[in-house]
Nanobody, 123 residues
Framework: QVQLVESGGGLVQAGGSLRLSCAAS????????MGWFRQAPGKEREFVADISRRGMLTHYADSVKGRFTISRDNAKNTVYLQMNNLKPEDTAVYYCATSPLIAHQDASRYDYWGQGTQVTVSS
């Protein structure tokens, strides 16, 4: 059974940083591209970033480019999202997901999702 567990969310002031982790069990993440999405209250889920299987390719939403960094440690079966210079508009539940191939913002191509971790940025 595949399980993705996000952690690292919390409450932070604007301009602060958080590092999210996504740990997998039941699946070897090195065989899959990984993505991070987020969903704010009353809004649709949106793409944040993704990374190829070996970490050579990354892609970011324009809203987080230059502030967020996605990375992975396949030896630890874990993917990370380093979030710097956080803004109140970054407040959302953040989800990680796996995809057999790099999928960018096409959520339908991701096959397993975590339960999410809450990130709240105060002004």
């Amino acid at each position: 059974q595949v399980q993705l567990v996000e952690s690292g969310g919390g409450l932070v002031q604007a301009g602060g940083s958080l590092r999210l982790s996504c740990a997998a069990s039941g699946r070897t993440l090195s065989s899959y591209a990984m993505g991070w999405f987020r969903q704010a209250p009353g809004k649709e889920r949106e793409f944040v970033a993704d990374i190829s299987r070996r970490g050579m390719l990354t892609h970011y939403a324009d809203s987080v480019k230059g502030r967020f960094t996605i990375s992975r440690d396949n030896a630890k079966n874990t993917v990370y999202l380093q979030m710097n210079n956080l803004k109140p508009e970054d407040t959302a539940v953040y989800y990680c997901a796996t995809s057999p191939l790099i999928a960018h913002q096409d959520a339908s191509r991701y096959d397993y999702w975590g339960q999410g971790t809450q990130v709240t940025v105060s002004s």
